[in-house]
């Protein structure tokens, strides 16, 4: 028992969880950057500089008609990947948790093993003490 | 045994870490709340807007029931998804709290061994890592940018919002001239939800990151401490 005293091994999920960190930040952030710098702007210029009469009228290939594409078409895809990213977050943590089990067993045989040790060297730190005040 | 007490923020933050239970019932209950808005004022009010034909709904003037049905719908669209986020929000900076509580007693519980360990045995006690602070900072910013993105959608559902519904749709809205008012401010309620929702997300990652980080110094503590009785083992075993 006691030669199975060792530090923990370091578990592969601390090698993978960044990755999906990582991925995360990178899928919203993107998401964010899409929605404030493109959509955002092209919504205003859109609803904002346009009459209704003017956004109806619009013929195919029109810039108007090319502005309304985008509109309709990028959120379709851009909060299913934010969505992705939280994902990523969750499998990132998922991963963290997961190490924990095999630690907490090591930790389990260390203590095991260390307790008695600890017991000991008290009682004899405590004979010490004794004899020497006596 | 005593140790160090953190400076402001961070003084407040841990001592409002074992207070996790009420945070996430806050959220849980802003959560609720948002759903009760949803079925007994927005529902409502757009089953009220639907219930005539697109000719009498848009014909109808300021002061209608139409128009009032329309302007409740579109404010409570502004500001309830930002408070919805809001509580989520609150319930995953629960678990951060949660996190750092049992991280704060992992350490004080390392603290117990060692004062046990007699003192030519003993190991000195690791510095409190950086990443505590990192994830109380990042939970903080998490917070901090969902409260924000409430206020701002409180600004719109008291402001551009109900001043461009607050409109009948054939006769005033759908005339609008570009240079107008009205067509400015639907150039705003058309396209805030194009940044904010996002910027919801982005609230969200950092309370994520929290967790993530919260979640890494459990684990290192874990396996710190594992390697200090190791340690202590070896050298106990070789002396006695």
């Known amino acids: 028992m006691n030669n199975e005293i060792r530090n923990p091994a370091s578990p592969w999920q601390l090698k993978a969880y960044p990755i999906f960190t990582i991925l995360g930040w990178i899928l919203i952030l993107a998401a964010f950057l899409i929605g ?7 919504a205003s210029s859109y609803w904002g500089g346009n009459a209704k009469a003017t956004r109806d009228a619009a013929e195919a290939g029109s810039a108007l008609i090319g502005q309304l594409g985008t509109l309709t078409m990028i959120p379709r895809w851009l909060e299913p990947l934010a969505f992705f990213g939280v994902a990523a977050f969750m499998v990132g943590i998922a991963l963290e948790f997961s190490s924990i089990p095999a630690l907490l067993k090591n930790r389990g045989q ?12 008290s009682k004899e730190e405590a004979a010490q003490k004794s004899e020497v005040s006596k | 045994m005593n140790e160090k007490k953190s400076s402001f923020p961070f003084s407040m933050i841990e001592a409002m870490m074992p207070m996790y239970p009420l945070i996430a019932l806050m959220g849980w209950m ?33 002061g209608s029931a139409f128009v009032s049905a329309n302007v409740t719908w579109h404010v409570t669209e502004a500001w309830v998804p930002q ?22 007693r992992l350490r004080r519980m390392g603290q117990v061994i060692a004062s046990h360990i007699p003192e030519k045995a003993r190991p000195t006690m690791p510095p409190i890592p950086i990443s505590v602070k990192v994830f109380q900072l990042g939970t903080l910013m998490g917070v901090m940018i969902l409260m924000l993105a409430l206020i701002i959608g409180i600004v719109l559902a008291v402001g551009a919002v109900p001043s461009y519904w607050n409109h009948s749709i054939a006769n ?30 982005l609230g969200m990652a950092f ?11 459990i684990i290192g503590v874990l396996r710190q401490q594992a390697g200090v009785l190791v340690k202590f083992y070896q050298h106990a075993s070789s002396t006695l």
Do not use: D
Not at chain 1, 36 to 42: C, E, G, K, Q, T
Not at chain 1, 112 to 121: D, Q, R, S, T, Y
Not at chain 2, 43 to 59: D, H, I, L, M, N
């Open chain 2, 83 to 104: 408070f919805k986020f809001l509580g989520l929000g609150f319930g995953l900076m629960a678990i951060v709290m949660a996190l750092g509580t049992i991280a704060l």
């Open chain 1, 36 to 42: 404030l710098i493109v959509l955002a702007p092209i």
């Open chain 2, 207 to 217: 309370l994520f990151t929290g967790i993530t980080v919260a979640l890494t110094v």
């Open chain 1, 110 to 121: 260390v203590m095991n093993a260390c307790f008695p040790l600890i017991v000991k060297m």
């Open chain 2, 30 to 62: 802003i959560v609720f709340i948002a759903f009760l808005v949803g079925l007994f004022v927005l529902s409502p009010a757009q089953a009220a807007f639907f219930s005539a034909a697109k000719a009498v709904r848009e014909g109808a003037s300021i």
């Open chain 2, 172 to 201: 005033e809205l759908n005339p609008a001239q570009p240079g107008s008012t009205l067509l400015a401010q639907l150039g705003v309620v058309s396209s805030f939800g194009f940044w904010l929702n996002p910027l919801r997300m």
